[in-house]
């Protein structure tokens, strides 16, 4: 397999930022970029909103923040949690809202020229894909930090390389991933699925995406 799988018995990270990312070194993380037009903001804050009430009714404190509660809950409220929420999410991606341009073949190049620059070098990168709003990956990195350090230069990166291309300014990708570890064998094969099928679900043409299966 393309790294380790998320073991609870051993040393693991949590950054908090906009949202809890959770890291330990070895581990197969699966990643998801998104263009910073990909989510109407309405629905984002209408997600803030579900996400407090779902902690609220299932009797935890409604006076703090999702981000602060989560960490705390047990493994089966976590993983129900993300997975409500991880599906709102894909459904609205696969979408495509905004302008969509990662549809562009040569855009989608430059990240995914990004992304395989320093695999097995500084990561091992496994199967990711390209969607016209959004990105899913693979991954193992050696520790906590690089995978954070890579994800800021994979950002920084293509956002400045493809603004130089479209000949525009600002800001191009919204401003954190997000990140789950894989926790079993049948979880890494259902990912590695769901990012093949990806392109079916939101109904595009070859040429709309760019997608790599790893061979490892």
Not at 97 to 116: E, F
Not at 147 to 158: E, G, I, R
Not at 189 to 199: G, H, T, V
Request: net charge negative; hydrophobic share 40%.
């Amino acid at each position: 397999m393309l790294g380790e799988l998320f073991d609870p018995k051993a040393e693991w990270f949590v950054h908090e930022h906009f949202r809890p990312h959770w890291s330990q070194a070895g581990a197969v993380v699966f990643i998801t970029f998104r263009t910073h037009d990909s989510i109407p903001h309405e629905v984002l804050l209408q997600w803030e909103r579900e996400k407090q009430e779902w902690l609220r009714l299932r009797g935890h404190d409604a006076g703090m923040h999702w981000s602060l509660v989560v960490p705390t809950l047990t493994e089966k409220e976590r993983a129900d949690f993300q997975e409500e929420f991880q599906r709102r999410r894909e459904v609205c991606l696969d979408a495509c809202h905004g302008r969509c341009l990662l549809r562009r073949p040569d855009l989608a190049r430059i990240v995914a020229d990004s992304l395989l620059h320093f695999d097995s070098e500084r990561y091992r990168l496994g199967d990711f894909i390209i969607m016209p709003t959004h990105v899913h990956l693979l991954a193992a990195f050696s520790t906590a930090e690089a995978m954070k350090n890579q994800c800021d230069s994979w950002l920084h990166y293509t956002a400045f390389q493809i603004n130089r291309t479209i000949g525009e300014k600002g800001k191009f990708w919204q401003q954190e991933p997000f990140d789950h570890l894989v926790r079993s064998l049948e979880q890494y094969e259902y990912l590695r699925q769901y990012i093949a099928d990806n392109p079916r679900k939101a109904v595009l043409k070859s040429g709309e995406y760019l997608y790599r299966r790893y061979d490892g």
